[in-house]
């Protein structure tokens, strides 16, 4: 009986291991074989559709197969309480220095830079079901609301979120947005996203450009309303 006594105990620890729903989904994806398909937040047809309005009948939110506290009163309050800066908005500040936007991935930071100098900073959860793209990117659409749906439910990876705020496209259906449903910034954790704290993405969205006209919830970068660059690295 003792010669099986450590193949015992490694088929408890595997078995315990392979329980824990986050750390098997980290397994299933390092060796290629995970079901969820998921890739960013939002395909461009969705973003493109929303009209970045609140929804007021949402009333459940789900994050990893859980429905979780869904903090919708704050939500609709931050969403109406629009900041009034007299802050130059745009892609340049008033001295003409080239407002940008740094990720650093291993650092799981977002610096928001006038020129050379950082002016915001905070951490972020990038990818973890999915990559955060690398590279050197604009924000081509901006919604003040989106609804943010997929993963897979077969691996615990589903999620249904409502009213997910302040969200910057900078590559297709990539998007630095506040994130209510974790707090766990500064590790990855998302499908591809940039999770910002909800206080850092709101100051970031009034910030960056292309700037969101008066009681408008989406905005589409143009020439004559440029988006901030965002650098992934």
Known sequence: MHKFLPILI???LLIAIFSYMPLKQQVFYKLGVSNDKTTSCCNIDEIVKSNGSFDEGATTAIFN??????PKTSLAANFNNKNNDTQVLGTVNAQGEEKWIDISLDE???RAYEGNRVVIEFPVSSGLWFPTPKGEFSI???????????GNRDIGTFYDLPNVPHNMFFYQGFAIHGAYWHNNFGHPMSHGCVNSPLASAAQLFEWSGPVVPENQGVVRASPENPGTRVVVH
């Open 10 to 12: 490694i088929a408890g």
């Open 65 to 70: 197969n859980e429905v979780i506290d869904y």
């Open 140 to 150: 081509w659409y901006k919604t003040r609301a989106q609804r943010m749906t997929g």
């Open 108 to 110: 799981q930071k977002l």
